[in-house]
């Protein structure tokens, strides 16, 4: 799905350079500051012990011992309070920065096409391309805290590299040989962890399902009923095993390169030592440049150490930066780049012309050559078994699919054509699975956060028959929902969260109104409420109500009848049972339950 690009480090660094200095300037000068401060405070820690000891071991005058005291402690207590300034300054910078791109990933997640979202594909991609973005001193904000220190080091690592040369060349070319070595064992051990990802996300996804399972109290039905925690717990734990042991082997390799660095170290500094001791002892080199030069070699492949760590962590996490531009460059959003305006008669007919679908990932048609279509202010009652396609089609309609086949228009133009945004904004629907968030009642209802109207919230729950409830609470509209960011939220049942629902839909008041069975958890009351008051919900706008009390569709002008992929009965309600098929069959099955009520609406 994703399309693998293989971009340099520099390119990568450019990207992220780029972007940081656009979303905050201060950050070059905080840079260029630490990076003089970082390169220069080894030299203060090297040359500080050498003055001190030539001077004792020489002249030993007081005043200029005092003075290189001082001098070194007022310059170190400087650079150093600086440099834990800087940090502190520049750490939190990061952390936003790294924020900055999350949030790009999260906001393509929340835009990309619906059908989307259940692509295990994608879903994987968004996986890999998160561990970008997830950790601290990893993937981005690794790669721009390396960043920030990789200059000051290079610099000092500059001024070790002329020293040690001038002490002996081949000694730098021995320190140069070790650590290089150890470096490439370093990026062979990433290399290996990089290779395995693939196996971790998909591990980590499914664990991160388990878990969101075990914690969600939405499945806390079924999994008590259907006495699941135990498969659940067990689960979790079987993909638990498995991600440790891919980790085992990736640690296993990062322990072996470990324990080849320790071997490498420990010959190096005894060979230093070992030429540094032969130097005094046969070459007159003074006590303080002997401490100086041991100071400095130790420093010295500690440095280049360093940097070369920075080098590969910045190799390493150059493949997830990779992932994540691939991610963010991948085209999942369908649409043209240049919009036909939105007729703005606010009058709306949709006409469904040959449309087939099937879902992706299935070869299964759910519509084959559906033809339909709604005039202006026209409401369509849609019924149908189980999975005949009510909601598919609703799904199309509202552009969270687009046809496999087929068009559909909106006042005669297709509605992919339109800009996705301004065509949502066309609809107030009320859908089959309500999702309350935790905000107050109020913004569930509004769902925009800049300005509530709140008499329209009002005015909304009241249609929608859930005045009394508000009413009875204590906080009204500001009470907050859920318990998950509030202890005062409250939890309403799942017919209150249907008329929430349906007051939602009518604040929208867009001119098309689809309700998607918004009775089915009414007790016969509140249902019987909400229809006689259907008219004034409904008004004028071009409507669709899907619902399997069939009874209700008599508030509707025409009914479809969905089955096997096709409309296999149309017509108003009193045709349809003349008709003796299916409808008059299914609506027979009903009212056989019932007493034959027919609801008075007003004004119907
Ligand atoms: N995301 C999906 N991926 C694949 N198939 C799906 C998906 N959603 C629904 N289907 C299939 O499409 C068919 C139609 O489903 P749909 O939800 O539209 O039916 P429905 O008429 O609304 O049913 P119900 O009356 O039960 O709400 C079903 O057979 C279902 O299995």
Redesign the pocket.
Known sequence: MMKKNKRSVTNNIWFLVKNTYKWDKKVLSYFALYTVVTAIIPFINMFAPKFLIEELMGANRVERLIIILLGYVVISATLNFLNAYLEGVYSPIITNIGDRYNNLLSEKCMNMDF?YT?DPEVLDDIETARRAVDGNTTGIPGVLRKLFEIFGAGIAFLGYITIVFNLNPWILLYLIVNVVTIYYLAIRAKKYEYSKKNDISQLSRKRNYIYDVMQNFAYGKEIRIFNLSNRMADKFQGLGKEQVKLHKDIKYKNLMVSIVEVFFLLIREGVVYAYLIYQVLYNHMSIGNFVMYSTLIAGFAAWMQKILDNIAHINAQNLYINDYRDFLETDLKTGNSSYVDMPGDNNYEIEFKNVSYK????E?Y?FRNLSLKINKGQRLAIV????????????LLTRLYEPTEGKILLNGVNIAKFDRNEYYKLFSVVF?EIKMFAFSIAENIALDNKKIDREKVLESIHKAGMKEKIDSLENGIDTPLLKTLDSEGIELSGGENQKLALARGLYKDGPIMIL??PTAALDPIAEYNIYKTFNNIIGDKTSFF?S?RLGSTQFCDVIAL?EDGEIKEYGTHDELLNKNGKYAEMFNVQASYYKDVRFEAEGV
């Open positions: 059908k259940e879902y992706p990932n299935s299964r759910i149908g078994v189980n999975g005949a396609g009510k909601t598919t089609f609703v799904k089959q998607d069975e899907i399997h969905f």
